[in-house]
């Protein structure tokens, strides 16, 4: 088993910490975003970090310890492919253990592999949630037609609260259902960094009631819901195929979606020409 060098996480560690992420996605597929600035501050800069350095000094080993969005303490970490089985994912867990109290409540993970899965069933860990990272490589984008008697429009400032019915009502039933405000939620989707307002659509029926809605952000189909009296009808299946030949006109070369492993959405994805490209999850330990 190779020794590693453990150090403290740092701002010059972001270079490596990027590579290594990017390794780790090639590899097991799982959330493009993990390699990406914003989410490796927040998960390896916003806490207390750890990076192992091998016998050349390359970061092939990294975790953390931060308090997440809800306020909880949670736990994260990667292991380069090539340094697997060798401990080091142990040594991680103690590292994380140590300064979680002795628990690990809460881990994320945006990348997952056989060998994290192997780990987190012997320490005992609860998934509590999972997505399928999904991707389409817009060549070849069918053609599904909006039902009868509906018509669409733009996210503008007038339409916005009209996405907002149309997210309460598709998403209201779901457990654990956030419920935000209407100003709240729409600043939050509107102000996100490369929100696409005009190719993000509402659909309304006959008199004006929102029945749909989908929002793009980058090459993401960030959102869609259907409500439910209008399920089954390929709605939903328009609103994505739609939205795939948006992003396709606009130049990009990809889409992305996230759906839960339980959400019978993953099979329609998969009809229209997505791809699974990992998993990302969460998990809690059990504490006897």
């Known amino acids: 088993m190779s020794t590693l060098a453990w150090q403290p996480v740092t ?11 990017r390794r780790c996605l090639e590899h097991d597929g799982g959330l493009p975003h993990l390699a990406g600035e914003p989410m490796l501050r927040r998960y390896f800069l916003g806490g207390s970090g750890i990076t192992g350095r091998d016998e050349t000094g390359e970061v092939v080993a990294a975790a953390s310890v931060f308090v997440d969005g809800s306020g909880h303490r949670t736990a994260t970490g990667l292991v380069h492919p090539s340094a697997r089985g060798q401990g080091h994912g142990h040594e991680l867990v103690a590292w994380c253990r140590e300064r979680s109290g002795g628990v690990l409540l809460r881990v994320a993970v945006e990348t997952t592999s056989r060998e994290w899965d192997a780990l987190a069933a012997e320490l005992g860990l609860v998934r509590t949630f999972a997505e399928h990272v999904m991707r389409h490589d817009l060549l070849d984008v069918p053609r599904v037609r909006r039902p009868a008697g509906l018509r669409s429009e733009p996210w503008t400032r007038e339409t916005a609260p009209l996405f907002y019915e149309a997210y309460r009502r598709s998403f209201a039933a779901r457990p654990g259902f956030p419920d935000p405000p209407m100003q709240q939620w729409v600043a939050d989707v509107s102000g996100e960094e490369g929100f696409r307002a005009s190719a993000s659509r509402v659909v309304l029926d006959a008199d004006g009631e929102p029945v749909g809605f989908v ?38 070369e990809q889409a992305w979606l996230t ?8 099979d329609l994805y998969l009809r229209v020409g997505f791809r699974d490209a990992g998993l990302r999850a969460r998990y809690e330990e059990v504490v006897r």
């Open 215 to 252: 929002n793009l952000i980058d090459d993401w189909v960030d959102q869609v819901g259907v409500v439910p009296q209008w399920r089954g009808r390929g709605l939903g299946a328009h609103l994505v195929v739609r939205s795939l030949r948006a992003l396709r006109k606009a130049g990009c």
């Open 259 to 266: 759906v839960n492993v339980d959400n019978p959405a993953h």
């Open 11 to 21: 701002e010059a560690d972001l270079p490596a910490l990027a590579h290594l992420a």
